[in-house]
């Protein structure tokens, strides 16, 4: 058994699974941290955040051990990449978890989300939309990529600086290659609102329609609403209700930058793809 663990900005996520076989057999689990929060402000990770990763991490190690897993890697993404005490921060880990342990770069993280997601999808040509806690990574390709770009803006990010111009954060898009496809939990999130999901289904989410008109439709209602009516939603995680509505914002403006009304929802990325990408699995079937 093999494990991969990814350390975002705002939450920790585990993939345990047997390298001989493919992912939905797989255990899978995720936590909201917080890890990059204040990060612009203080340059440095939350201390908060780094409280809660520890014991998430210590959950999943006992996970880890009670499956039987004889290899893990972890990898950390914006957050840890940019903050002055992030390489402290892995360092520490490997001594407390004896795990592989490393700091992606944008591109690399650009790169596996695009394996990870087109890996279940049906071969042509993609867009990739992965909106992350402090970063957006936009993936273009068909067999091979043809451009990737990490864009230092997140749901996290952006929760904190509404503020900010994603015109001049995105001038550098390029124009839409093929059909949009979305990864990461901001996507993921939206579409079990929308299917009013009491608990998080794969099988429902993977491959779904997500709309501009159903984006508009739910960033007017959670405007309408106090944070603890949001927090009651089917399909939200309480712990992401701070930074859901900045996110829908920010995929709202990808799709209008696109010019397109739609996208595919994939729950497969970061975690499968950079699982491909190292050799983890023998197979890249989903």
């Known amino acids: 058994m093999k494990a991969v663990i990814d350390i975002g ?3 920790v996520r585990l993939l345990v699974f047997d390298g001989e076989a493919d992912f939905k057999q797989g255990v899978s689990d995720l936590e909201i941290t917080r890890l990059g929060q204040g990060l612009d402000r203080t340059g440095r990770l939350s201390p908060e955040g780094i409280r809660a990763t520890w014991e998430v991490l210590d959950r999943f190690q006992q996970t880890i051990e009670q499956t039987g897993v004889d290899e893990v890697e972890a990898f950390a993404t914006e957050a840890v990449r940019t903050a002055a005490d992030g390489a402290d921060f892995i360092e520490q880990l490997r001594r407390r978890y004896g795990w592989k342990a490393r700091i992606i770069s944008g ?26 806690g402090a970063s957006t990574e936009i993936i273009q390709g068909r067999d091979a990529i043809d451009y990737r770009q990490s864009f230092p803006i997140g749901a996290l990010r952006y929760t904190e600086r509404p503020e900010t111009d ?35 289904r794969r099988d429902r989410i993977q491959g779904a329609k ?18 603890q009516a949001r927090r009651q939603l089917p399909g939200l995680d309480p712990k992401r209700e701070p930074i859901i509505l900045g996110g829908m914002k920010l995929l709202h403006y990808l ?7 739609w996208l595919v929802v994939s729950d497969y990325g970061n975690l499968e793809g950079y699982a491909i990408s190292r050799g983890l699995c023998r197979t890249n079937s989903i």
């Open 9 to 11: 900005s705002n939450s």
């Open 107 to 132: 591109e690399e993280e650009a790169l596996i989300g695009f394996v990870g997601a087109t890996s279940a999808l049906a071969e042509g040509e993609w867009t990739l939309i992965d909106i992350g």
């Open 166 to 200: 994603l015109a001049k954060v995105f001038q550098d898009l390029p124009p839409l290659f093929g059909q949009i496809v979305g990864i990461g939990g901001t996507i993921t999130t939206i579409m079990a609102m929308e299917l009013a999901l009491t608990s998080y």
């Open 210 to 227: 997500l709309t501009k008109a159903c984006l508009e439709k739910w960033v007017n209602r959670l405007q309408a609403m106090t944070p």
């Open 255 to 261: 799709l209008e930058r696109f010019d397109q009304e």
